[in-house]
Nanobody
Framework: QVQLEESGGGLVQAGGSLRLSCVHS????????MAWFRQAPGKEREFVAA????????VYADSVKGRFTISSDNAKNTVYLQMNSLRPEDTAAYYC?????????????????WGQGAQVTVSS
């Protein structure tokens, strides 16, 4: 079992920045991989970025490449999503997710553990 808790959402103007944090914990000795997804009103939850437990080869959705950065601090059991050059279309609830799997990290159904979500609103 893995527990996830996001923080850091808020309201920002277009062009601004926000950093989301996800503290993860679990009674497991198995390594797990982490990701961020987002869901806008009336839309399906979509992949944003993923990072393996070995902190190698982060993966990004095309829509956020060059603007968002996923990183981790293993000493703090925390994964971050730094979001720069935010656009109104980035407005969504952002979810942290975890999986024991190591493939298909861009698929929502790969992940078995989810946080409660953090709202990000970008005004124009």
């Amino acid at each position: 079992q893995v527990q996830l808790e996001e923080s850091g959402g808020g309201l920002v103007q277009a062009g601004g920045s926000l950093r989301l944090s996800c503290v993860h914990s679990g009674r497991t000795f198995r390594p797990y991989n982490m990701a961020w997804f987002r869901q806008a009103p009336g839309k399906e939850r979509e992949f944003v970025a993923a990072l393996t437990w070995s902190v190698s080869n982060p993966v990004y959705a095309d829509s956020v490449k060059g603007r968002f950065t996923i990183s981790s601090d293993n000493a703090k059991n925390t994964v971050y999503l730094q979001m720069n050059s935010l656009r109104p279309e980035d407005t969504a609830a952002y979810y942290c997710a975890a999986t024991y799997g190591s493939t298909l990290l861009g698929r929502r159904d790969t992940y078995g553990f989810w946080g409660q979500g953090a709202q990000v609103t970008v005004s124009s």
